[in-house]
């Protein structure tokens, strides 16, 4: 078909967390720039099993831009050059015929490799179960309108909601930071009366968590909102400076 | 759990790093509109009157004691951070995402303040130190003069210009990053602290840029 491109990509492959890894070079022909990056990855997988060689590991699940797995660092940007787009929605229209793609893992402590494009990103589970959450009874739920909360608040808890724990932040971040995920997961519950109860505890053992796990500190240069794929705001991570600050001030434990 | 996050988290870090740099802004403001007196032309009069006051008065060598604790400190805890901030990506992109998502000065906060700290050492050596020299001799020190002895030498105009410009850099991302660390981030008033650092940035250091150049020129006398 015309418009077709042939693409040269460079691609990190190890084995597993011990090897020592490289980037290999794979030529990929006739790439419509109507496929997905994922899709044309398809495609250089299907190679590799045709000429008998491993395939390359990456993640990915849903592939319609909401579960956070397509962790690919595309030619130095975390999910490619478009802004706001996990890989999944990355289109090959975004490049031209000819180019080269260097396409690595998220490089952080915290996510080591697992093999290939593939990192374990468990932290942020850890993270997550230190807190960013919600005890609440079973049974049935109260009236939705027994707790007036104002739209400006529910939208800003909303929007930190959004976010789909990918670790772009911390991927393209300097330091390896993963203040905007933890910023979103304490915002999204500090913003709303439900999460008032154990927001004091919440706020401190996620901190906690974050700084064990190996993750760096906020430099503000704002790298992460502007890869963040789901746009979750720098004013998170004020909130998150805010609460953590008056909850170790404050807390008696 | 003893409140000890309160110390030793990474956030708390930066609250030092914000703290003691709003501190030593605020330092600048002084420095700044003191040394601006050699702008009056009056052969330094009214420059080395507001100098004696500078290194004479109680308050001024207490506050100055404060801002030689302040500036290690903002020294040694960004150490500190930077250790554990390179410790976090062990291994780096081969393709770095240099300008594309953040400007360069807010990702170089560590070689502006360094070339900051170099041109201190020289900045001391010129002023500060026969100063205290003076002071402890009891002897006047003639502050102008002294000025006009050392900018008299193109290269040290050259290390000012290297100086002042770095902490243009260093202020233009630092002085909006504090108030972001420290929670400060309001969509009515945040607009207003970038515009306040961005002008801060340019006008502190061009005062302090013009006055080694009006000096090595000879527009003041």
């Known amino acids: 078909m015309s418009g077709n491109m042939n693409l040269t990509l460079k691609v990190w492959r190890q084995k597993n967390a011990e090897k020592k890894g490289e980037l290999v070079t794979y030529p ?100 997550i179960s230190k807190g960013g959450y919600i005890s609440v009874n079973t049974g049935n739920a109260q009236d939705a309108n027994n707790l007036p909360i104002p739209k400006i608040d529910a939208d800003k808890s909303f929007e930190a909601a959004a976010c789909i724990g990918c670790g772009a932040c911390v991927a ?29 505890q919440r706020v401190i053992s996620m901190v906690n968590q974050m700084d064990e796990e190996g993750f760096g500190s906020c430099t503000n240069t704002g790298a992460c909102e502007v890869e963040c794929p789901k746009g979750i705001s720098l004013e998170n991570i004020a909130r998150l400076n805010r609460e953590f600050t008056l909850a170790s001030i404050l807390e008696e434990k | 759990m003893s409140n000890s996050e309160l110390f030793t988290s990474s956030i708390a870090k930066k609250y030092v790093m914000a703290l003691t740099g709003l501190f030593l802004i605020s330092f600048l403001v002084i420095h700044c509109t003191i040394n601006a007196l050699i702008f009056v032309n009056d052969s330094g009069e009214t420059f080395n009157a507001a100098a004696h006051f500078m290194s004479h008065n109680i308050v001024v060598r207490i506050l100055e004691v404060g801002l030689f604790f302040g500036l290690v400190l903002h020294m040694v805890q960004s150490l500190i951070l930077t250790v554990a901030n390179k410790k976090a990506r062990p291994v780096q992109y081969a393709v770095v995402p240099g300008n594309s998502s953040s400007k360069w000065y807010s990702r170089s906060m560590g070689i502006l303040g360094s070339l900051l700290l170099l041109f201190l050492v020289v900045h001391m050596a010129n002023f500060w130190v026969p100063t205290k020299q003076a002071v402890f001799a009891g002897e006047e020190h003639n502050t102008f003069e002294a ?75």
Not at chain 1, 179 to 185: P, T
Not at chain 2, 204 to 214: D, E, L, R, S, T
């Open chain 1, 172 to 200: 393209t971040c300097k330091n390896g930071s993963a203040m905007l995920f933890v910023s979103a997961k304490v915002s999204q519950l500090a913003l709303l009366p439900q999460g008032q109860a154990e927001a004091k």
């Open chain 2, 147 to 221: 000025m006009k002895v050392v900018f008299a030498e193109w290269y040290f105009v050259l290390i000012y210009m290297v100086g002042v410009g770095s902490l243009a850099y260093h202020l233009m991302h630092g002085f909006q990053s504090a108030f972001q660390t420290l929670g400060i981030n309001h969509k009515k008033y945040t607009p207003m602290i970038k515009a306040i650092g961005f002008w801060f940035s340019i006008l502190v250091p061009a005062i302090f840029a013009a006055m080694p150049i009006a000096m090595h020129l000879g527009l003041i006398k």
């Open chain 1, 28 to 127: 990929v022909s006739n790439i419509s720039p109507d496929m997905s990056f994922l899709e044309m990855f398809d495609v250089l997988n299907e190679q590799l099993i045709t000429e008998n060689k491993e395939p390359v590991a990456f993640d990915h699940d849903c592939r319609e831009g909401i579960c956070g797995m397509c962790s690919m660092h595309i030619n130095g940007r975390a999910h490619g050059p478009k802004d706001a787009v996990t890989t999944c929605q990355l289109h090959m229209r975004s490049f031209s015929d000819g180019d080269t793609i260097v396409v690595e893992p998220w490089r952080a402590a915290a996510f080591p490799v697992i093999k290939d494009l593939v990192v374990d990103r468990s932290a942020f589970d850890r993270i």
